[in-house]
């Protein structure tokens, strides 16, 4: 049975509300002095400690866009949600408590089999094509996720460079999808766009946040759940 397509209305209203919701969430990030959550800027010429945890604006307005997204039905992009928030999540934990480099590594296994289950084991992957194999999407968001939240988590290591490094995959895996032929490629992409652009301005040199592993794994994971499903949308025209 195919999915109805949810009016395009609906997807202006959640790039709108995520945006917002990031923007507040960081800027109230940004005043944070709390000890425990600050940590030292070490690419400024002058001492100074700075909010770690920018990256929970991507948990909270994802949340948002996850509830929106069950209520119109739209299994895509609630799976992109549960797994960029469970995934975030990870690093979260280990912002706050600390957790062993072989759990925080592996950890992001476990969410990324939310793909498959929410998807009925259909996927549509750019250049590949359809697949519809239940251990074979299990397979492949695995790796893409698990990959991906590690391999940003290891990039962020300058002021800006993970969520605008982000906005700049999301937005051409969207482009070449739209113009593939893929029309869910867009709304799903401005959504993205919307909600990582008020952590970029944030943590672009001079960082008034840091994106946390909470961020970098979340951003990580979000880009490796729309590889594997979300951005090259199925049977759409």
Do not use: E
Not at 21 to 32: E, F, K
Not at 93 to 98: T, V
Request: proline letters at 6%; charged letters at 10%.
């Amino acid at each position: 049975m195919v999915q109805a397509k949810p009016m395009i209305t609906n997807y202006v209203v959640i790039a709108v509300l995520s945006f917002f919701l990031s923007l507040i969430t960081v800027h109230v990030v940004s005043r944070v002095r709390n000890p425990r959550l600050l940590a030292p800027d070490a690419h400024k010429p002058y001492k100074v400690l700075v909010p770690k945890i920018g990256g929970i604006s991507i948990l909270i307005s994802m949340s948002a866009v996850t509830v929106y997204a069950y209520i119109i039905n739209d299994l895509r992009l609630l799976a992109l949600g549960l797994v960029t928030i469970t995934v975030g999540l990870i690093g979260l934990a280990d912002d706050l408590r600390g957790l062993p480099v072989s759990v925080r590594v592996f950890l992001p296994l476990v969410p990324a089999l939310i793909i498959p289950v929410v998807v009925h084991g259909y996927i549509y992957i750019l250049l590949i094509g359809h697949v519809h194999y239940f251990l074979v999407v299990a397979f492949l968001s695995l790796l893409a996720v698990t990959v991906m939240a590690n391999a940003v988590n290891m990039m962020d290591v300058m002021n800006g460079i993970v969520p605008i490094s982000t906005l700049m995959i999301i937005t051409v895996s969207g482009v070449i999808s739209y113009f593939a032929g893929y029309g869910y490629a867009l709304p799903a992409t401005l959504i993205l766009i919307m909600m990582i652009l008020p952590l970029a301005i944030y943590n672009k040199y001079p960082a008034k946040v840091f994106n946390g592993n909470v961020g970098s794994y979340a951003l990580g994971a979000m880009i490796g759940a729309s590889w594997c499903y979300t951005t090259p949308a199925p049977r759409d025209s």
